[in-house]
């Protein structure tokens, strides 16, 4: 319960000082168009020279690309910002304003920041979503629901995981602003379905970098395709990333010394 309050508090202060610069909003709304756009346009030239790309069709692929932009949206509001604001404090030795905190540390760097225009990009991705199931003449379907919101979830953790590991290495390594700025070059590969990958790039996209998996598992729960067996492997990967990342992240903690030093 703790947490719980504490999480709502910094959403509440988030949200407080995003409506101080609400002309961010209407910068937001243009950047998304602009991406919706493009991402249209590069799924409609595939489509003029293809029915279907690795066994998905277009309204499937329509489907990928609003997890894409959902989940996008997800990680440009609550999960960057706040692991930035980690990579900072930890490069300056500020980190002990947090760590004197009396919270979990992991929870309190994790909910500190909350870009509220970003949901822009959320209402986006679920906008394409309904486009796509109506396009599929999707029926209501409790297990394609439930696979979907917790593949969601899982996905959320998985890149969450991913960046705390990334971050985390600023304990031991100086230049680790440009390791994160890859994320955004290798999230662009979610756009597209795993399936579509060769093995080796799949892999990798899965175990090293879970951007596409992190994707594609909402994505086959809403199209069917996703298998009980596949839903349990996401399940434990997921776990697993996370129980790595904290324990990166507290073995970080061990040898940090910051301005109280």
Known sequence: MKGISLAYNYLRIGILNEFQYRANLYIQILQ??????????????????????????KPELLAVMGVFTLIGGIIRAAIQPNMERLMEEIREGTLDY????????????????????????????????????????????????????????????MIYSFWLIITSTAFWFIRVQEIANLFEGLYAAGRWPIDIYPNWLRYGLTFLVPVAFAISIPSQ?????????????????????????????????KGYSGASA
């Open 98 to 157: 947090a760590l004197t905190k009396p919270a979990d540390a992991q929870l309190l760097i994790s909910v500190r920041e909350f870009r509220l225009w970003q949901i822009v990009d959320i209402i986006t991705g679920f906008v394409v979503l309904a486009v796509a199931l109506s396009q599929l003449n999707w029926l209501i379907d409790l297990w394609s629901v439930l696979g979907f919101l917790s593949a969601l979830v899982m996905g959320s953790m």
């Open 32 to 57: 998304t168009f602009i991406a919706l756009a493009t991402g249209l346009i590069g799924l409609n030239l595939v489509f003029s020279q293809t029915t279907a790309l690795g066994g998905w069709s």
């Open 221 to 253: 729960a809403l199209t069917g395709r996703l298998t009980l067996e596949t839903w349990f492997g996401a399940l434990v990967f997921t776990v697993f990333l996370f129980l790595f990342a904290r324990g990166i992240f507290k073995l970080g903690l």
